[in-house]
């Protein structure tokens, strides 16, 4: 069954504290994506991914780290440094950097 | 800066009822829109792409229309019904391709019997 994972569905944090969100696709994509959903605003791209080993900041990557060592896997990395960690987190891939991207079900993460 | 606009931003309509859902996006120079639909909780599903040079697309009771000179595109949904509920948002890709899709903030949509 193909798809894109996500894990975990919600994720609590206190303040302070590194914490990372996991990404696994098995649709053999080269293109890997995390974009930040909050109320009443549009998705907006935090990293991108078009290779392995290779990864580029997006609009707000200011408090967030990613990897990818593998081309299944683009974790990412929420750190104490993002003043305002609250959203929902959205994990997308594609073939190439100009097809159509499909998404994970996300992970809602929450700083108490 | 590219700036997508979708309105209204929430809709409400009797089953069976056609609609039309309305995109606008402020810079012309565009590769292609993409129209995802999301579930609550959930993530995004693509429903129609349309490239730059392309007037429309459709797909079952879903059409897709782009005037790209007036930086417009509609979702047109024909006989609604109740699992069309759910937010439609759309994403414009610059001219020249690239990874950075920009989304408007979204249309929710509630289809009552």
């Known amino acids: 069954d193909g798809g894109i994972t996500q894990s975990p569905k919600y994720l609590f944090r206190k303040e302070g504290q590194n914490v990372t969100l996991s990404c696994e696709q098995n649709?053999?994509?080269?293109?890997m994506y995390w974009y930040r959903q909050d109320p009443g605003q549009g998705l907006r791209l935090i990293y991108y991914?078009?290779?392995?080993?290779?990864?580029q900041k997006g609009d707000i990557a200011e408090g967030y780290s990613v990897s990818r060592e593998k081309k299944e896997s683009f974790p990412l990395t929420v750190t104490s440094a993002q003043k305002n960690p609250t959203a929902f987190y959205l994990c997308?891939?594609?073939?190439?950097?100009?097809?159509?991207?499909?998404f994970g079900p996300g992970t809602r993460l929450t700083v108490l | 800066k590219q700036e997508v606009t979708q309105i209204p931003a929430a809709l409400s309509v009797p089953e069976g009822e056609n609609l039309v859902l309305n995109c606008s996006f402020t810079?012309?120079?565009?590769?292609?829109l993409q129209w995802f639909r999301q579930d609550p909780g959930k993530g995004l599903t693509s429903l129609l792409l349309?490239?730059?040079?392309?007037r429309e697309q459709t797909s079952g009771r879903l059409n897709a229309s782009l005037d790209k000179s007036s930086g417009r595109s509609t979702l047109y949904i024909a006989a609604s019904q109740p699992g069309d509920s759910a937010t439609y948002l759309c994403?414009?890709?610059?001219?020249?391709?690239?990874?950075?899709?920009?989304f408007g903030t979204g249309t929710q949509l509630k289809v009552e019997l």
């Open positions: 994403a414009v890709r610059p001219a020249g391709g690239g990874n950075k899709l920009t």
């Open positions: 997308a891939s594609s073939i190439g950097d100009t097809d159509t991207q499909y």
């Open positions: 810079d012309s120079a565009i590769y292609n």
């Open positions: 349309i490239q730059s040079s392309q």
């Open positions: 991914s078009q290779i392995v080993n290779d990864f």
């Open positions: 649709l053999n994509h080269d293109a």
